[in-house]
């Protein structure tokens, strides 16, 4: 029988499914939040999970090799589109926050929080609700600032670089891993397609170019350049991005909530 296997059906895993999926296992598209509640509840055997999601997964999962989503610098598909200056986003300012996102929105509050003090962050807005800034991930991000950003007046804030600029590091979005109570030959065919991935990484990505610009209906060019920055196997500067990270959640892990409106 087929094991489930959570793909997140943004671009920046298209060179990921144009490997197809591994021996024996079949993919499941599934936002980055619903992958960690798929884990959770054994639904699925492995995801390329929100690093944001890992503590929650505890000890139910674990690693598998140096695989997931990094940037180093722009990500191009993690925005925030606002009327006024990021650093202007205060707790007179409102946000609306995408449900998509389990580590943008945390990387979002602790960029804030750190330079505004967290007594100062903006406040979220619910639903469809007027606000002055919008976090968006994936897919509608990428469209967005390619086509309506510029015209809609709006600053665009590209919450990876503005990582990177702060703490000089690579941010890491996501981490493929597999449930430890996975049969030990899926572990073992989601391990294999995964260095197969690692040696075939350049054609898979060439290859993924012009299915997802026509998905998307964006030129190669906007594509190749998304698909340049983001890095997918990952070196020893990413996983001390992601250790960053994790220390600065664990400092402020009895906050990471927006206040309400």
């Keep these: 029988m087929s094991v489930p296997i959570a793909m997140i059906p943004y671009t920046n895993m298209a060179p990921y499914r144009?490997?197809?999926?591994p021996d024996g296992c079949h993919f499941v598209p599934l936002v980055p939040r619903?992958?960690?509640s798929a884990l959770m509840a054994g639904n699925v055997a492995a995801a390329a999970v929100p690093v944001g999601g890992l503590g929650q997964l505890g000890q139910r999962v674990e690693m598998v090799g140096r695989f997931g989503i990094a940037a180093k610098g722009p990500c191009l598909s993690v925005m925030l589109f606002s009327r006024i200056p990021f650093e202007e986003m205060d707790a007179t300012r409102t946000v609306r926050i995408t449900r998509e996102t389990a580590s943008s929105v945390r990387l979002l509050y602790l960029l804030l929080g750190t330079r505004l003090g967290f007594d100062r962050l903006p406040r979220?807005?619910?639903?469809r609700g007027e606000a002055d800034a919008e976090l968006l991930?994936?897919?509608?991000?990428?469209?967005?600032?390619?086509?309506?950003?510029?015209?809609e007046?709006?600053?665009?804030t590209d919450l990876a670089?503005?990582?990177y600029a702060f703490e000089r590091l690579p941010f890491v979005f996501a981490r493929w891993v597999v449930r430890r109570d996975a049969a030990e030959s899926v572990k073992a065919a989601i391990g294999h397609w995964l260095d197969v991935?690692?040696?075939?990484?350049?054609?898979?990505?060439?290859?993924?170019?012009?299915?997802?610009?026509?998905?998307?209906?964006?030129t190669d060019e906007v594509i190749r350049r998304y698909f340049r920055v983001i890095r997918r196997c990952l070196d020893d500067e990413d996983l001390q991005g992601q250790a960053r990270f994790f220390k600065m959640l664990d400092k402020h892990s009895s906050?990471?909530?927006f206040p309400a409106t």
């Excluded at 144009?18 to 999926?21: E, F, K, T, W």
């Excluded at 054609?203 to 299915?211: C, N, R």
């Design 18 to 21: 144009q490997l197809g999926a």
């Design 34 to 36: 619903e992958s960690i």
């Design 124 to 127: 979220q807005v619910r639903d």
């Design 137 to 151: 991930i994936g897919d509608r991000a990428l469209i967005r600032n390619q086509r309506l950003a510029k015209d």
């Design 153 to 156: 007046g709006l600053h665009v």
């Design 161 to 163: 670089e503005k990582w």
């Design 197 to 218: 991935f690692q040696v075939q990484e350049k054609k898979l990505v060439d290859q993924a170019v012009g299915p997802s610009a026509e998905a998307l209906g964006v």
């Design 255 to 257: 906050r990471l909530v």
